[in-house]
């Protein structure tokens, strides 16, 4: 190899060396920021060699982290050329781009003229943004001054205004996709919500208003030197901004971490990423729950900081209105420009702070800064005192139409709502890991609320229910403390839970009934999920034993909130059209049996009315004696439940046909009804699952009919695996085809799975492959055994255990399929081969062979 080949591997190498020595695992833990400024200076000094003296008609910055100096290992080297002229430069860009190239330097560059300001200013806000964070490198310095000059002299005041709302409008869309609670169990740290983003976000609302750069400091980082001057402007200088500089250094420490880990640029801090970095930090066991303690407490001093500087520069840019505008409250508080002001100068008692967060609810506002300081400075000192006037007010809170959960939410970040509920200060932070769960345990309860809330303006039933509600306070507090026994035991929280509020509410003055009835609600709040979407609503039994647990309609209708509110806030990508039809279902059903005191056979059989006569007139070709003969062989009352009379006449036209396998498909609203007549045969429910699968099919649930002619009647409630839509009509042929194929024996079921998993390898390997236990649980039922398997979610899940459960000799009837994200929760009604229920004494055997089958897919 000639000299300047030597020279260019020489110096990949060195840049490389140079990486692993400055992020090294135990320096970054205890102060990634240095560690990024250190590389970042050694990039600056590799970028000016590479310029040399040749850059006289531009100027080359730095953009982005580079320009902050808080390069992560492989964060992108972006830099920029500001030119008078592009034309005039071209020459000296293209010598350093190909000079870079050839030194094995990858960067990300481009070319600003100083006209592009006025014209990103109006078509491009992230563009312009980045204009504020550029630093000298090398290069023409005149061009670089004018540059400057031009962009704070492009920011008057209606620029100004127009651009913080932009900013504001953005960082909320930024929300909407990466997350928007500082408290997201697998967070992405540049984006989400307390992300590094935010701190950005932060400065850029600093420069914009007080039109000053933050790249003159040479002596350390961007952040370094803002946080510095903050503390330094006394009219700008908040308490929350006390904490921001260590909870910044803290994120980009773990940011670095993740890079080292992975050897290349990632963000998101997934489970496994969680323990590996609270492994260097030596959490010890358990660490990555005190990791992310720790994250939670950085996110939200970040997330807080920002709309403390949010409403402080808000003030700046449009005017607060004079003080005789104020709304006087009472002798402690008053009302102006949408701001709580506490009138005093001294510290808050506890009664009046409990107060204060009431007027905040009341009049929607938030608190002004001196009142949100006085908070803060007060929790640490303060001890809850007059517990019959904190009592008032906060039942006062609980009893308001609106902003009650977002007022809890400030009162759980300023430390105030796990003073006043100290068993709620332990599920701050505390997080159980799955995609099922997005938020930590208090994140995810206070969200509940307010998604409870939003049905203040819902026409559905949901919306009818809660506004008809007088009493508010019953149901809040039934959210509030459903999960607060997850800390100590989650297995079995909702019994311990119960155990645990009732001195705590009957302190607040709650007369027995009341207690009675949100100990009720706390200790059933997972009832009506699992049997909703674990158990056959067309079951007398099922019916029979959820009604059992409701003495009025009013409790089971708080139920139905509660557990809306539950599971509509533990993801929202998880709550799905087809489980609030299987609520709603289950809720109108059990309505109608409390009101009209009927048992679930009396309410079942109301539907059971057989009329061969309808069935005969939806269709040109039927005897209603042929209609009875169908009935008569089916020996499952049920089955008119499940299918209208037009859909009977349907099956009983497909089955005269005698065709090998018939395939019916009806669109409803939130799904797909799949109905598959074909006769039985060995291992068929599994096979039919294995061509759902084959075809990116998601099932949900399955219901078989078998006459005694050995013809099933398979209904399948299905929908797109990707957009969890109803399926595409223009899959219906394909579907079909595949279903005829594997009756002829033509379709080899194994070799597509193996297909799919080629296919969707990626996806497997990022969303099935998180660990976890398998649960599989027994029940018995007058007429069936019930099999319940909780696993996490593999491809080829349900395929696998139907094929096994057929090996057995076990037959399913119905089966009910719950997925939430990463975890499987399947409800199997089975019978032996015999029909009878399962023996008590073939369970472990049964147990352990599904567990086999399951595990030989991780």
């Not at 949100?372 to 007010?393: G, H, K, M, P, Q």
């Not at 989650?490 to 155990?499: T, V």
Request: net charge negative; charged share 25%; aromatic share 12%.
């Amino acid at each position: 190899m000639d000299e300047s080949g030597n020279s260019k591997a020489n110096f990949a190498k060195e840049l490389k060396s140079k990486r692993e020595s400055i992020f090294l695992p135990e320096r970054v833990k205890l102060n990634g920021l240095s560690a990024s400024f250190e590389f970042s200076l050694f990039v600056e000094e590799l970028v000016k060699d590479i310029a040399g003296n040749e850059l006289n008609n531009c100027v080359l910055v730095s953009a982005g982290s580079f320009s902050r100096r808080e390069l992560s290992p492989f964060s992108d080297i972006d830099l920029m050329f500001v030119v008078e002229n592009e034309k005039s430069a071209k020459d000296e860009i293209s010598n350093f781009i190909n000079t870079a190239w050839e030194h094995n330097i990858e960067i990300s560059h481009t070319v600003r003229e100083i006209s592009d300001i006025s014209k990103f200013l109006i078509d491009d806000l992230h563009t312009f943004t980045q204009f504020f964070e550029t630093r000298y490198l090398t290069g023409n310095k005149q061009i670089y001054d004018d540059w400057n000059n031009e962009l704070l002299g492009s920011l008057s005041p209606e620029v100004k205004q127009k651009l913080f709302n932009e900013l504001i409008e953005d960082s909320n869309y930024r929300y909407s996709k990466y997350g928007n609670s500082p408290k997201i169990i697998e967070p992405n740290l540049k984006f989400a919500c307390g992300g590094l983003r935010d701190f950005q976000l932060i400065e850029w609302i600093y420069i914009l208003v007080h039109g000053k750069l933050l790249t003159d400091e040479n002596s350390k980082t961007q952040a370094e030197s803002f946080i510095e001057l903050i503390k330094c402007d006394s009219e700008n200088y908040s308490r929350d901004f006390e904490k921001l500089g260590n909870s910044y250094k803290f994120l980009i420490s773990i940011r670095n971490l993740l890079h080292i880990i992975n050897n290349k640029k990632v963000d998101r801090l997934e489970f496994q990423e969680q323990i590996k970095v609270a492994n260097i930090f030596g959490y010890g066991d358990q660490g990555y729950r005190i990791l992310m303690k720790d994250y939670f407490e950085s996110s939200g001093s970040v997330y807080r900081s920002l709309r403390t500087l949010i409403k402080l520069n808000r003030r700046i840019l449009f005017n607060r209105p004079p003080d005789t505008m104020a709304i006087h409250i009472d002798s402690d508080f008053m009302v102006l420009d949408e701001l709580v002001i506490y009138k005093h100068k001294t510290n808050l008692s506890f009664s009046v702070m409990m107060k204060a967060f009431y007027y905040r609810a009341l009049y929607n506002a938030h608190f002004d800064d001196s009142l949100r300081a006085l908070i803060i400075d007060s929790i640490e000192f303060v001890e809850v005192d007059n517990w019959s006037e904190t009592v008032y007010w906060f039942r006062k809170l609980l009893n308001l139409k609106n902003s009650v959960g977002k007022t809890l939410w400030i009162m759980n970040e300023l430390g105030v709502l796990s003073e006043f509920i100290p068993e709620f200060g332990e599920l701050n932070g505390f997080i159980q890991h799955g995609v099922y769960h997005s938020y930590s345990a208090d994140e995810h309860t206070l969200i509940a609320i307010s998604n409870l809330e939003k049905l203040n303006e819902d026409k559905s039933i949901l919306g009818r229910i809660f506004n008809k509600i007088k009493n508010r306070e019953i149901i809040y507090l039934a959210i509030l403390f459903h999960d607060i026994a997850k800390p100590i035991d989650i297995d079995g929280h909702e019994i311990l839970g119960a155990e645990l509020v009732d001195t705590f509410l009957r302190s607040l003055g709650f007369p027995l009934t009341d207690v009675v009835s949100i100990k009720m609600l706390i200790r059933n709040h997972l009832l009506m999920a699992q049997t909703a979407f674990r158990r056959d609503l067309n079951s007398p039994e099922t019916l029979d034993k959820f009604a059992s647990h409701f003495q009025t309609v009013e409790e089971l209708d708080l139920l139905y909130l509660l557990t809306y509110a539950d599971m509509s806030a533990v993801n929202p990508a998880l709550w799905t059209n087809w489980k609030s039809d299987l609520l709603a279902e289950l809720h109108k059903k059990t309505y109608n049996m409390i009101e009209e005191k009927r048992s679930g056979e009396e309410l079942l059989l109301e539907n059971l009315i057989f009329n061969p006569g309808n069935i005969v007139n939806e269709s040109n070709n039927l005897l209603e004696t042929v209609v009875k003969e169908h009935f008569e062989s089916i020996n499952d009352v049920s089955y008119t439940n499940y299918f209208t009379d037009k859909e009977i006449a349907t099956h009983i036209e497909e089955i005269l046909k005698a065709k090998q396998i018939s395939v019916l498909f009806k669109k409803q609203e939130h799904f797909t009804t799949v109905t598959i007549i074909t006769y039985d045969a060995l291992s068929l429910l599994s096979r039919l699952c294995g061509v759902f699968l084959v075809n990116d099919v998601n099932i949900h649930d399955a219901k078989i009919f078998t006459r005694k002619d050995h013809i099933v009647i398979d209904s399948f409630n299905v929908t797109e695996f990707q957009t969890h839509l109803p399926l595409d009509e223009g899959r219906y042929e394909k579907l079909k085809m595949d279903f005829e194929l594997m009756i002829e024996g033509m379709l080899q079921i194994n070799k597509e799975i193996r297909k799919l998993k080629n296919k969707w390898w990626r996806i497997e390997q990022k969303f099935f492959k998180k660990p976890g236990k398998i649960s599989i649980k027994f029940e018995n039922t007058d007429r069936y055994t019930i099999i319940d398997i909780h696993s996490p979610d593999r491809l080829g899940f349900l395929y696998t255990v139907t094929d096994t459960l057929n090996e057995l000799g076990i037959e399913i009837y119905f089966a009910k399929i719950s997925t939430y994200g990463d975890e499987i929760v399947d409800s199997f009604y089975v019978l032996d081969s015999l029909d009878n229920k399962i023996n008590e004494n073939y369970h472990h055997f049964v147990e352990s062979q599904l567990k086999k089958a399951i595990e030989s897919l991780f």
